[in-house]
């Protein structure tokens, strides 16, 4: 079955340092990958996708590589702001027989940036 | 364009009873999906709706349910509510079962309490 490995948090960084949020994935098929961000009190909001090997999602400064020999999306920002502290989800879908279109998460990292 | 409403917002209950949440999507969406989150389990899909059809299932036992509408809203029922069911119920909305690398929207989730 797919599955979505993430470092284990929480990760607390100071005002512009660099983030580096590990992700491992284990998927059928050729699944496409994602970071989601929750803000405190509130849902899921989609922060990149990459849907084939190579490809670069990036918004809001964060990046991260689908790496297909690595099975890994690591999300990475140069410089983050107290504003970035959420919590981080990895996740995948893969078309594969009853399960497309479902969302596999990974546990979730808690970022907290102190000013 | 108003994004998914999911009502109420929180909710108490006691065991043995039932309860139904409720999601409004983004409006033109056909496709609705219900994800519970615990600090234990993360986030676990429970099941989507496309054109009132349930397409897809999570691994929740029978007493988790739902349905949508012909407006494309949906509701979740659980019965018989265990402790362990006190969670952070969220739904998704997208424009179609489709290909792995379309958005999902998130609402806010209900966040139930089960004494």
């Known amino acids: 079955g797919n599955s979505v490995t993430q470092m284990e948090g929480p990760v607390t960084l100071s005002e512009e340092a660099f983030l580096t949020i590990n992700c491992t994935y284990t998927a059928t098929g050729y699944p496409s990958l994602f970071w989601y961000v929750q803000y405190p009190g509130e849902g899921l909001q989609l922060l990149l996708k990459?849907?084939?090997?190579?490809d670069k999602g990036s918004n809001k400064g964060f990046e991260a590589t689908y790496r297909k020999e690595t099975t890994s999306f690591h999300l990475e920002k140069g410089s983050v702001q107290v504003s970035d502290s959420a919590v981080y989800f990895c996740?995948?879908?893969?078309?594969?027989?009853?399960?497309?279109?479902?969302?596999?998460f990974g546990s979730g990292t808690q970022l907290t940036v102190l000013p | 364009k108003a994004g998914v409403t999911q009502t109420p917002r929180y909710l108490i209950k006691t065991r043995g009873q039932q309860v139904t949440l409720s999601c409004s999507p983004i409006?033109?969406?056909?496709?609705v999906s219900w994800y519970q989150q615990t600090p234990g389990q993360g986030l676990q899909f429970l099941f989507e709706?496309?054109?009132?059809?349930?397409?897809n299932k999570g691994n929740f036992p029978g007493r988790f349910s739902g349905r949508q509408f012909s407006n494309s809203r949906s509701e979740m029922n659980v019965s018989t509510l265990e402790l362990g069911d006190s969670a952070l119920y969220l739904c998704a909305s997208s424009l179609y079962v489709a290909a792995t690398n379309e958005k999902l929207f998130f609402g806010s989730g209900t966040q139930l309490s089960v004494l």
């Open positions: 409006s033109g969406h056909r496709s």
């Open positions: 709706y496309f054109s009132e059809t349930q397409r």
């Open positions: 996740a995948l879908i893969s078309i594969s027989s009853g399960s497309a279109r479902q969302l596999t």
């Open positions: 990459a849907t084939k090997a190579d």
